[in-house]
């Protein structure tokens, strides 16, 4: 009996062991490979997914234009708070993200599967607040439109807002689930749960929209239903994913236990992506406001922009994810020159990115605002509108990117300060 409760507790600990081998074989990679080789693995996979996702967010758009120019200027008008749902979801995952490939860096795997069932527990948090924001949808509409706003526009805005906020927890889960790959370096998941959302998205979008197939026409609710629909089909693959592919850390419900300190860590990494993105869409909402007072064309416009940039900041998005947990790694694994290479590189490769968005959007707006079927009163709007804003995108690449690794490095509250040099001192 003794003998084979000794024999039980030696294969449990030969278990353990293979299992903390198998994390370490995972993880030092990112301590291991040349740095562009290791980059560019990293990020190419996020790039063609954001990019997906960028067109996940613009396929709304492009298909309510057919639809209606009433129902595309709704979702502009809600614009501003999925916004600021995207930034309480991702911010909380970025923060989780970054802290979880330090750990991994420093061979601390415990807090690592700490701060992986922790960042659950903000989500939990971070949804209970969308789903009383979308209690209160109609009051929204109706502070965000003025008196001459079409009643139409009002309804549409109504139920697009209450269904995206109500089922929030859906892209919120899906950030969770994706960084918890990305913090491991298994970015190629990403891109799976990406584009089969996309996919879905495409497909469902027309039909709830036009009512096609025997359908019910639901417009700008069936926009809501498809968008929703798949982003819970992303958490389905997430969770998939990380269950069978992701071992550096074991999810379990039974291990979803609250730490105060672990939390609060997360959220100083996160918080500031949170503020920062937050205060991008306070200022969409105030512009909305200022530009309902002169048409609701003036708003659709904004919108569309909105929509269009999103091509261009997504791929950096996704080449900062990369990033990011190479930068953390190095860092927990005190290893300077590596970051400094990751950092100097990823610059260069995001200053392309938007300088090629800044020649197209100056050289062909009508091109792409043609997209959403565009008015010749749009197209007076849009065409200057597009050409003065992409001027800001020859010096938002590197602010990503400097922002994003001050948040790899733990000092969150520097990646609002803008272009900072980073001190050799700190690291």
Known sequence: MEDNRELKEKETETAEAEDKAVKKRDSDRLGTEPVHQLLLKMSAPLMVSMFVMALYNIVDSIFLGMYSTDALTAVSYCFPFQNLNAAFGIGTAVGMSALLSRYLGAKDYDRADKVAHNGFILVA?????????????????????????????????????????????????QSMFERLLQGTGKTKYIFYMQLAGTLF??????????????????????????????????????HLFNRHFNKEVALSIHKIRPHWQTMKDIYRIGIPSIVLQAVGALMNFSINNILAGFSDLAVTTFG??????????????????????????????????????????????????????????????????????????????????????????????VCIIIGSTFQALGKGVYSNYGLTLVDDTHI
């Open 125 to 173: 948090i971070n949804y209970t607040i969308f789903f009383i924001v979308g209690c209160f949808a109609p009051q929204i509409m109706s502070l965000m439109t003025s008196e001459n706003t079409n009643a139409q526009i009002i309804a549409d805005g109504t139920i697009y807002l209450r269904i995206t906020q109500w089922l929030s927890f859906a892209p919120m889960i």
């Open 201 to 238: 998205n495409t497909v469902v979008d027309p039909i709830l929209i036009f009512g096609l197939f025997g359908m019910p026409r639901m417009g700008a609710k069936g926009a809501a239903l498809a968008t929703v629909f798949g982003q819970l089909l992303g958490c389905v693959l997430g």
């Open 304 to 397: 569309v922009y909105f929509k269009l940039q999103s091509f261009v900041f997504m791929p950096i998005f996704g080449m900062n994810s990369g990033s990011v947990p190479i930068i953390a790694y190095n860092y927990g694994a005190r290893y300077p020159q590596r970051m400094k290479k990751t950092i100097k590189l990823a610059c260069v490769i995001a200053m392309s990115i938007m300088f090629t968005g800044f020649l197209l959007l100056q050289l062909i707006p009508q091109v792409f605002l043609g997209f959403f079927d565009a008015s010749a009163e749009m197209l007076t709007i849009g065409v200057p509108a597009l050409r003065t804003i992409s001027i800001s995108f020859l010096a938002a690449g």
